[in-house]
């Protein structure tokens, strides 16, 4: 029974529409074709109500019915010339069912036969026939329209789980990534000096753990992001010792505004890769966001020797698409270098708080006790990314 209602609801609703439009265009119709009597106004308005009434309950009667056998038939109407005939002949019997209706039940009510009867019919015949073809026509613009919402919908469902897909191996691709990158750098410390190797491979150990337990939301607050790139730059720091130089430049408010989960990682990680690691005398990592304009802005900078990545890497790639996923064109990457060889990647990502507007001023608070952040890494290309009722034919009104 708690399963029909809905149902049932849909069908009265549709009924009470049906009437309603029958009734106004009954009305508009009566006016045109027996003006209203000024002598006897009343009267002849109450006449007009009846008539009407009548006129709009026999159509209305049909109407639910035709759009509902429009949507249940439009699927089999490969045969355009078989299904366009079938809905003609359909047209015989409700010209003689309406008008018979009409014929009983419009006033005047004189004596009634058979042939007074086809007298009707003869005379009107065609101004039904139009209506039902105008009934028949609108059954099957709304048939298609539901349709075509109904296919819109499944396909953006289809595009919403594809891009969940590929933003999941987007995200997969970059462990490896880093990982492959961090053991490349243990291995070339595991001679000269193993007891750092060995304290960098615990470190990176714990490192791995914390990016499993990470949850699968795609955005998290920077602060969280932060926290995961300084502890990776902290790995860093031990291989390279006083030959990396890090500064943090973040502003207090930015802590809890929501970034793409390894969106950071993958820019200092290339910075480092491509840029501190090929000075013989070291170099400097700068990480810094604020904000402007509704807009997030996280750079990373260092200095760079030799000839700087193009931007090319798998990370920064990795980036790029993700930021596509997630923002369509609300968001970008832009990696310039400067001609004193610094590099210098700028993410703008549009501000999306994940605290209550009276909570962020405290968490922004909190998060300004934490050690500041970090600086950019070596890429060259702007880039810009952004990532039952209704179905129900009697409800077409």
């Known amino acids: 029974m708690g399963a029909m209602a809905p149902r049932l609801r849909g069908i009265i609703r549709a009924y009470l529409l049906s009437i309603a439009f029958w009734y106004g265009m009954s009305m508009l119709m009566g006016l045109q074709y027996k003006p209203l009597d000024r002598h006897n106004l009343w009267f002849s308005f109450l006449d007009l109500l009846v008539q009407a009434g009548v006129r709009a309950f026999a159509l209305a009667l049909w109407t639910p019915p035709i759009f509902y056998l429009a949507e249940k038939c439009v699927s089999y109407s490969v045969n355009r010339v078989r299904y366009a005939l079938l809905w003609g002949f359909g047209a015989v019997p409700f010209v003689l069912i309406q008008l018979a209706i009409l014929y009983l039940v419009v006033p005047p009510y004189v004596s009634r036969s058979l042939q007074a009867y086809l007298e009707v019919v003869r005379t009107s015949f065609a101004d039904v026939t139009l209506l039902y073809v105008s009934i028949v026509v609108a059954a099957h613009a709304y048939a298609y329209l539901n349709r075509a919402r109904k296919q819109e919908a499944e396909k953006y469902e289809y595009q919403q789980a594809l891009a969940a897909s590929e933003l999941h191996a987007l995200k997969m691709q970059l462990q490896p990534h880093f990982l492959f990158n961090t053991l490349h750098g243990i291995a070339t410390l595991a001679d ?30 920077l602060e969280s992001e932060l926290k995961f790139a300084r502890e990776y730059l902290d790995l860093q720091k031990m291989r390279f010792g006083s030959r990396l ?10 802590h809890q505004l929501l970034v793409p989960q390894m969106i950071l990682q993958p820019l200092v990680e290339n910075a480092v890769q491509y840029g501190i690691s090929s000075l013989r005398e070291g170099g400097w990592l700068e990480v810094a966001t604020d904000t402007n304009n509704g807009t997030l802005n996280i750079r990373v900078r260092n200095s760079a020797g030799g000839k700087p990545s193009n931007g090319n890497g798998v990370g920064l790639r990795n980036v790029e698409a993700r930021l596509k996923y997630l923002y369509s064109g609300d968001a970008s990457l832009h990696l310039a270098i400067a001609d004193d060889r610094t590099v210098t990647a700028s993410l703008a990502l549009p501000r999306l708080n994940s605290l209550p507007a009276n909570m962020i001023g405290r968490g922004a608070h909190a998060a300004s006790k934490a050690p500041a952040p970090v600086a950019n890494d070596p890429e060259a290309t702007a880039h810009k990314t952004t990532d039952s009722e209704s179905n129900d034919p009697l409800c077409a009104f």
């Open 245 to 254: 130089k890090i500064e943090w430049v973040v502003a207090p408010e930015t």
């Open 192 to 221: 000269e000096d193993p007891k750092t190797a060995k304290a960098m491979i615990i470190k990176l150990s714990n490192l791995l753990r914390a990016a499993l337990e990470r949850d699968s939301a795609d955005l998290i607050p």
